[in-house]
């Protein structure tokens, strides 16, 4: 059964129109001034307030303003001897959900009446449809990690210690096996690790410790990080930047993932012998990083799409290349919360660059 509260200093308007909403079977309250109202309104739960614009005390439109304070989903509607279209823009403007000019008769009070529950319990429903939805994410991303992932990197890690020989002599057949088994747990941990990466970005949970960065240290650390990657594939790594000053804002967690991901790729669709050039470079408002690959390129009609998740070029040339497809999504997450702008040129077979550009912070200070 709906709650209605009617708040008007006039007795006759509160038990006339108490009179008609009881005969609909709703639970009805009444109060002669704002605050009284307001105390009751608390007290009841109401889903439906009537409130009168001019009472004396606490004003109609000071009421609405609490009312929204206490619960913006409880409908109002506002009960006017003044109709004007000044009075009932204001009250629109405090959430009112509609109003009622004086005089009314019972049938224009049920019909209001009846419309506003009706919105309340479609609001109702979509906030407890959304609270299921966040429940459910919630709970999955805990399934994800702990029902998955532990489990994946404990297989993980007993594949290292067979192929390690540490269990004994392996077979050259059995080792290829293994090792290919090794190779699409690795593809999966990574799916499952982007994926929780990318759910916790755009929770707004990963990008959280703003400083001022120097965005050298940073790149210089990734390559280091990144620099047994190139070796396997003979490429050179390098980086070119004179910047070693605090030069951006930024949270360094975070920017260590999105300049992972960028070189990664760059070594990752590269040919063997190939390099990957990091430049930094100082410009008067931003700070802009460029990642030049001389990789396998990306054809035109691709580039509008390689930031989309899941988005994998399908080629001959990257067919046997492991990727989830999240990397760049992830990058583009990244640079979106440091108000950082990407740009991309690509020719097909000859390479890529990235540019990251960052808003370079305003007041310098040296490490
Ligand atoms: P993943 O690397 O996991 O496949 P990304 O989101 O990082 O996913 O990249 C999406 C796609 O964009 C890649 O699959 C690849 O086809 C293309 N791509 C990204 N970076 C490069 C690059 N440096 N050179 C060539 N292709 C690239």
Redesign the pocket.
Known sequence: MANILIIDDEEAVRDSCSHVLIKENYSVETAGDGETGLNKLKEIKADLALVDLKMPGLGGIEVLKKIRDIDPDIITIVITGFATIDSAVESMKEGAYDFLPKPFNPDELRFIVRRGLEKRKLALEAAALREEKKRIEDNFITLVTHELRTPLADIQQYFEVILGGITGEVAIRQRKILEKVRERIDTLLKLIN?WLDMTRIKAGEFVGNFEPVNISSILTEVINYIQPQAELKKITLKIDSSINLNKIMGDKKSLKMMFT??I???I???HEGGSVLVKVKEHENDIIVEIS?T????LKE?LPF??DEF???KSDK?RH???????????KKIAEMHSASIKVE?ELGK??T?YINLPKLKKESIL
Do not use: A, E, W, Y
Not at 295 to 298: A, C, D, L, R
Not at 321 to 331: E, H
């Open positions: 982007d991901n960028l990664s790729n760059g990752k669709f590269n690959d990789g396998i390129g990306i691709d390689i930031f988005f994998r070029v990257t290349i492991n990727g989830t497809g999240l990397g760049l999504s992830i990058v690509s390479g890529s990235f």
